[in-house]
């Protein structure tokens, strides 16, 4: 083999080796690239600008104001019954309104008072199941008395599992509420803490029954096995469901309540939920995150999941109680601009009926907290716009909501727990 045919081979098998280079360049190259297209269809990216998702909208109430249930059935939930389900039906035997799940109902309970006479308390309780043509379902957790503490046990709570019995009649508003899930196919995380798991109950079910082929995970922390409720339930349905995923997470179990961690559908942790557990357990995919549970879970887990970088409009919540959650993009920031309070103004807030007068700023959360922050006591139920039990007239200026409310306020008033003010305002409390 002469000279020239041995550089002949050695330039080829360089060009070769060239070709095989920019061949698997290419090829990872297309890789990537489909997987781009495949992530920005499941994040909704549209290559119309213009083009928008459909809304999801509740359905129509299907009676106004109050309206007369009876108890068909009442079951304890869990090993110690300080959970109780209530299965409602219309005494009027007429079509119940259809929900979205995680949606709630509203109560006015005639409880008794210490005197001996009725009080009406107003209460909301999330629907615990799916929806069903035939009865709505409650799931209701007693209410201690803090230890020692003055506050009185939960007045409502007590009542509904000390003296409504099946047979029972209980005023109920039709169902309402901004926190739902949506009626897409894209991969979906709940996260429930302590009673926290009823809407998410009605989520899953929903889910499971509409959506068999949809991922969901659902995170489940109470502190021990005896909080929890519905347990069989859950892990039958995540025997019977590949696409169901069930983690228990426990922060401080009791002996053997972990040893079912090496068998059957579900998985127990010792620990709160937590990113670094969705990190570790998640795969990489565009979840939306439903959370509901106590203002101290929030507060840590909300901010925590956009720090990892999930998008705001992929993370919903709801609390039990009044919450404060930080967020990147407040309320404040994306409203329009004749109703932004600009950072550093100050506002003017009189309650008349008190004769009270303080100055709101923003960040200093709605009117509800604001008045309850200065020992103004207001009636209140959701907490969400739902129960019209804050409802307040206002006898001058005007507020912004942060929120359209569910319960349409009178005119000339507001839902002091889903507004702020908008200019210097008075009101009758």
């Given at each position: 083999?002469?000279?020239?045919?041995?550089?002949?081979?050695?330039?080829?098998?360089?060009?070769?080796?060239?070709?095989?280079?920019?061949?698997?360049?290419?090829?990872?190259?297309?890789?990537?690239?489909?997987?781009?297209?495949?992530?920005?269809?499941?994040?909704?990216?549209?290559?119309?600008?213009?083009?928008?998702?459909?809304?999801?909208?509740?359905?129509?109430?299907?009676?106004?104001?109050?309206?007369?249930?009876?108890?068909?059935?009442?079951?304890?939930?869990?090993?110690?019954?300080?959970?109780?389900?209530?299965?409602?039906?219309?005494?009027?035997?007429?079509?119940?309104?259809?929900?979205?799940?995680?949606?709630?109902?509203?109560?006015?309970?005639?409880?008794?008072?210490?005197?001996?006479?009725?009080?009406?308390?107003?209460?909301?309780?999330?629907?615990?199941?799916?929806?069903?043509?035939?009865?709505?379902?409650?799931?209701?957790?007693?209410?201690?008395?803090?230890?020692?503490?003055?506050?009185?046990?939960?007045?409502?709570?007590?009542?509904?599992?000390?003296?409504?019995?099946?047979?029972s009649q209980l005023q109920v508003r039709a169902p309402a509420g901004h926190f739902h899930i949506d009626?897409?196919?894209?991969?979906?995380?709940?996260?429930?803490?302590?009673?926290?798991?009823?809407?998410?109950?009605?989520?899953?079910?929903?889910?499971?029954?509409?959506?068999?082929?949809?991922?969901?995970?659902?995170?489940?922390?109470?502190?021990?096995?005896?909080?929890?409720?519905?347990?069989?339930?859950?892990?039958?349905?995540?025997?019977?469901?590949?696409?169901?995923?069930?983690?228990?997470?426990?922060?401080?179990?009791?002996?053997?309540?972990?040893?079912?961690?090496?068998?059957?559908?579900?998985?127990?942790?010792?620990?709160?939920?937590?990113?670094?557990?969705?990190?570790?357990?998640?795969?990489?995919?565009?979840?939306?995150?439903?959370?509901?549970?106590?203002?101290?879970?929030l507060q840590s887990l909300v901010p925590a999941l956009e720090e990892w970088g999930v998008p705001d409009?992929?993370?919903?919540?709801?609390?039990?109680?009044?919450?404060?959650?930080?967020?990147?993009?407040?309320?404040?920031?994306?409203?329009?601009?004749?109703?932004?309070?600009?950072?550093?103004?100050?506002?003017?807030?009189?309650?008349?009926?008190?004769?009270?007068?303080?100055?709101?700023?923003?960040?200093?959360?709605?009117?509800?907290?604001?008045?309850?922050?200065?020992?103004?006591?207001?009636?209140?139920?959701?907490?969400?716009?739902?129960?019209?039990?804050?409802?307040?007239?206002?006898?001058?200026?005007?507020?912004?909501?942060t929120q359209a409310p569910d319960f349409d306020p009178e005119p000339g008033s507001c839902l002091l727990?889903?507004?702020?003010?908008?200019?210097?305002?008075?009101?009758?409390?």
């Amino acid at each position: 083999m002469t000279s020239l045919y041995l550089s002949l081979w050695i330039a080829g098998g360089i060009l070769l080796q060239i070709a095989i280079y920019l061949g698997i360049g290419f090829w990872r190259h297309w890789q990537g690239y489909r997987a781009l297209r495949n992530v920005a269809a499941e994040f909704q990216i549209s290559v119309n600008p213009g083009a928008t998702p459909e809304e999801i909208q509740a359905p129509t109430a299907e009676w106004p104001g109050y309206r007369t249930f009876y108890v068909k059935r009442k079951a304890p939930e869990g090993t110690t019954g300080q959970v109780c389900s209530f299965y409602l039906v219309p005494e009027d035997g007429k079509p119940l309104a259809a929900f979205l799940p995680g949606q709630f109902l509203t109560f006015k309970l005639g409880v008794p008072s210490p005197t001996g006479e009725s009080q009406s308390v107003i209460r909301c309780y999330s629907l615990s199941d799916a929806p069903n043509p035939s009865h709505y379902r409650i799931s209701v957790k007693r209410a201690p008395a803090p230890f020692a503490s003055q506050i009185p046990q939960g007045v409502s709570s007590n009542y509904l599992h000390d003296h409504i019995e099946v047979g029972s009649q209980l005023q109920v508003r039709a169902p309402a509420g901004h926190f739902h899930i949506d009626h897409s196919d894209a991969p979906v995380v709940l996260i429930g803490g302590g009673i926290g798991i009823t809407p998410m109950l009605s989520m899953l079910n929903w889910c499971l029954k509409e959506q068999p082929g949809r991922e969901v995970w659902l995170f489940y922390g109470v502190r021990n096995s005896a909080e929890l409720v519905m347990q069989t339930s859950l892990k039958d349905l995540a025997a019977q469901h590949q696409n169901f995923h069930l983690h228990l997470c426990m922060s401080a179990p009791q002996a053997n309540d972990l040893d079912g961690h090496r068998t059957g559908p579900a998985h127990y942790h010792h620990s709160r939920v937590n990113v670094a557990l969705l990190r570790h357990l998640l795969p990489l995919k565009p979840y939306h995150y439903y959370l509901c549970g106590p203002t101290p879970m929030l507060q840590s887990l909300v901010p925590a999941l956009e720090e990892w970088g999930v998008p705001d409009a992929r993370i919903h919540f709801e609390a039990f109680g009044p919450a404060s959650i930080p967020r990147k993009n407040s309320a404040s920031a994306t409203r329009a601009p004749s109703q932004r309070v600009d950072k550093g103004d100050a506002v003017m807030v009189t309650f008349a009926k008190s004769g009270k007068q303080a100055t709101w700023e923003p960040g200093m959360g709605s009117l509800l907290e604001f008045a309850e922050g200065h020992g103004i006591v207001v009636s209140s139920g959701c907490r969400a716009g739902g129960c019209g039990s804050c409802q307040t007239s206002i006898r001058a200026g005007e507020v912004a909501y942060t929120q359209a409310p569910d319960f349409d306020p009178e005119p000339g008033s507001c839902l002091l727990c889903v507004c702020t003010p908008k200019t210097a305002v008075t009101l009758e409390a």
